[in-house]
């Protein structure tokens, strides 16, 4: 059977890793106080502002991505043979990452869209 051997991250990549968890929950507490996050549109489209239960959903992604990035850093310094529960929850936080903010966009974008039928007589 062969030995366990601990991962190993270069320690750049673990300095990277903590400026990125840092800039992402910088970004989820700025869009908290500020209450909204506006993605800006391509060429001539209208940018997406996230606010209420969007923006909830879109921290929680952030959120999620943060706990990763921060995760590769805890599984360097974590000796024990259990590289296999990190794996696990890495992809779990990846998941739950995407999925929160696509839903996010999504559901702004229904929020946003206006109503196909317009009824004139109804008061």
């Given at each position: 059977m062969e030995e366990y051997s601990p991962n190993k991250i270069p320690k750049?990549?673990?300095?990277?890793?903590?400026?990125?968890?840092?800039?992402l929950l910088g970004l989820c507490c700025y869009t908290f106080i500020k209450g909204s996050f506006v993605?800006?549109?391509v060429r001539e489209s209208e940018p997406v502002e996230l606010s209420g239960a969007s923006l909830i959903l879109f921290g929680i992604g952030l959120i999620s991505s943060s706990l990763n990035a921060v995760l590769v850093v805890v599984d360097h310094y974590d000796?024990?043979?259990n590289e296999f529960l990190y794996k696990q929850i890495a992809k779990v936080l990846n998941v739950i990452s995407v999925v929160a903010i696509v839903l996010a966009f999504g559901y702004q974008f229904i929020v946003n869209q206006e109503s196909a039928v317009v009824l004139n007589n109804v008061r």
């Open positions: 750049p990549i673990r300095i990277f890793n903590i400026i990125w968890a840092a800039i993605y800006p549109g000796k024990r043979d």
